[in-house]
């Protein structure tokens, strides 16, 4: 005896769900592969590669890129496969000429321009992906000890800010100076002009924060509680003489990796900001001339959910989730902890892809921002294997559970082969431990000489 669901039928407006039983004593079959693929996906031809159904290695499921236009949500718990899985679907992106925008704190993606293969290799001896050419990296300069140093990942540029270039308000407002601090904002206003009379073109806050100490001998008022304000601002280490070149960002066929790692969390929200509110700008006065793909990586720390607990950057990625598919910028929003994240910036993400999830306030959360996920599917989540996902909203027909395909380029974020390295960590304390034993009658003649 077997049990059967009824999904559905094709239509030419789509799947439809039938409104009778099937009649008792009809013949039952097994679903061809070409019957599957057409079920399942809504753009074959164009459609993103992700993989393939679970349990039907043969039919590829294929993504209908219009399914972006309201907004993607990647959710999963660590090590599922979330990274690797968007990855794959950017792969694709990048084929048929998007935009792609990547704000990374996890060099999760610094290793795109590399094949798979050759991932522990150094990017120049390293074989590229077709797709290596349009691939930018961008870093904070500054920041020791990377995950991926510069001689892994190949070229990349410094993201840089001049300070100088930035309104009164602006510097107040990154200082934490309100408008009701008239004195202060003075003060500031004051010392920025002296540079400039003098001829300093391109300050930093070091240069402002030597001018307001000096305003503050001067006795001018407030300036000495202005300089503890911009003080904070030296931390940051994205100053500097250029700014970036949106320009260049919003080139077609151009994926721009902004490798966020190493950085305070301070700093990575004001990057997302400063860069969102340029792309956001173009946007709205229509001079965005293709459409845009913003990934969020681990989106809940630059929008998280709960009062009080916004970033500088959670006010534009909420605007633009609200309205960026009318001016054609989209959001890709990736994150393990979907209950921590904003809930109107889930909530308007149209499809879903969910891999194995086993919190059950994260899983609460998917219920309420997923509005296509039976209770069926979410009983499976916890079971999921890594590499399987559900797919929801308008990616597919129907939704549906996937296997996720194999990455032609270098995962940034996979997990390390923890015996292999607790046995070199072993092999070290060893050698360690002969090279002491060596050491020490050594040390001891030599203090008996110099007796």
């Known amino acids: 005896m077997g049990k059967a669901r009824v999904i559905g039928y094709i239509s030419e407006e789509g799947v439809k769900i039938p409104r009778c039983a099937a009649i008792p004593g009809q013949p039952v079959y097994i679903a061809s592969d070409e019957l599957l693929r ?78 798979a293969e050759d991932a522990e290799r150094p990017y120049n001896t390293a074989r590229k992906t077709p797709f290596a050419g349009y691939v930018d990296i961008y870093r904070i300069p500054g920041i020791k000890g990377r995950r991926y140093p510069d001689e892994m990942i190949g070229p990349r540029e410094d993201f840089t800010v001049r300070f100088s270039q930035l309104e009164l308000e602006e510097i107040c407002e990154l200082a934490g100076i309100s408008s009701a601090w008239t004195n202060l904002r003075k003060a500031i206003e004051i010392a920025v002009a002296n540079l400039r009379q003098r001829g300093q073109t391109d300050f930093r806050p070091e240069d402002l924060l030597a001018e307001l100490k000096r305003c503050a001998l001067e006795g001018v008022e407030g300036a000495e509680k202005a300089a503890r304000r911009v003080q904070f601002l030296c931390g940051y280490g994205v100053w500097g003489y250029k700014d970036v070149d949106v320009d260049k960002l919003l080139r077609p066929k151009r994926i721009s990796v902004f490798d966020l790692a190493g950085g305070e969390s301070h700093v990575m929200a004001y990057v997302a900001d400063r860069v969102l509110r340029e792309i956001w700008a173009r946007a709205t006065t229509g001079r965005l001339a293709y459409p845009v793909f913003v990934v969020l990586e681990e989106a809940h720390n630059l929008a998280p959910g709960g009062y009080g607990r916004s970033t500088r950057a959670s006010h534009i990625i909420s605007q633009i989730a609200s309205e960026g598919r009318k001016f054609r910028v989209f959001l890709i929003i ?82 390390i082969d923890l015996i292999e390295a607790l046995r070199q960590a072993n092999e070290a304390a060893v050698v360690e431990a002969r090279f002491e034993k060596t050491r020490a009658p050594t040390k001891l003649v030599r203090e008996e000489v110099l007796f």
Request: proline letters at 4%; aromatic letters at 4%.
């Open 334 to 415: 990736i994150t393990q902890r979907p209950s921590k994240i904003d809930d109107d910036v889930l909530s308007q993400c149209g499809s879903q892809i969910i891999m194995q999830l086993t919190n059950p306030e994260d899983q609460c959360a998917v219920r309420m921002a997923a509005e296509a996920i039976s209770e069926e599917l979410l009983r499976d989540l916890p079971a999921l294997n890594k590499g399987e996902a559900v797919v929801l909203g308008q990616l597919t027909r129907v939704p549906v559970m996937i296997k996720v395909g194999q990455r032609l380029s270098a995962e940034g974020g996979s997990d």
């Open 38 to 115: 057409e079920f399942f996906s809504r753009n074959i031809e164009s459609g993103i590669r992700a993989g393939s159904l679970i349990n039907r290695a043969g039919v590829e499921v294929v993504l209908d890129p219009n399914g972006l236009r309201r907004h993607l949500a990647v959710i999963a718990q660590t090590g599922a496969g979330k990274s690797y899985l968007v990855g794959k679907i950017l792969e694709s992106l990048i084929g048929l000429g998007a935009t792609v925008i990547i704000f990374d704190p996890n060099s999760d993606y610094v290793q795109l321009r590399k094949v």
